[in-house]
């Protein structure tokens, strides 16, 4: 009979791998892509993920593409004069040798437009960021729920609505 703690262990390294989604693209370091549900009929989502540049040179994030949103946007929330605003982000997000650029809600994000389909907690996405010298990369986005944050953590805050 196999003890319950080497079953247990077991267990845990078999789901290791399917909990884990990371991903490289040269030099950057691509971590945990994921994606807050969607309530049904919304026409927008966001798409999360922490890039690292581990290279002696600069890159840059260019854009995004995903199959379940008719286009991507690099957007950035701020605060201006105390008022939380929203703006695309055109020329693309700046990786500098050994930073840490991380997506996440009230910063920078990803966001999905005219959704072909409501984002369903549990779901994955694919979709592919493209970099100014990595190249494109095909990931995916792990649906999380409607008000969560990232399982590593982060402000639970909703996106403001759009029109687009």
Known sequence: MIPRACLV??????????LAHD???GAIQIDHPWAR??????????????LTNTGASPDRLVGATAEV???VE???????NGIMKMRPVT??????????VEFKPSSYHL???DLKQQLQQGQRVKATLSFEKAGPVDVEFSVE????????????MKEPAHTH
């Open 23 to 25: 991903y490289t693209a």
């Open 145 to 156: 729920g409607i008000g969560g944050a990232a399982s590593s953590g982060g402000m639970k």
């Open 111 to 113: 966001m999905m437009l």
């Open 91 to 100: 020329e693309g997000v700046e990786l500098k040798p050994g930073a840490t």
């Open 69 to 71: 949103a008719g286009r």
């Open 37 to 50: 549900a969607t309530p049904r009929g919304a026409s927008v989502g966001a798409g999360y993920v922490k």
């Open 9 to 18: 262990a077991l267990a845990l390294a078999l789901a290791a791998p399917a």
């Open 74 to 80: 690099i957007h950035e929330m701020g605060t201006d």
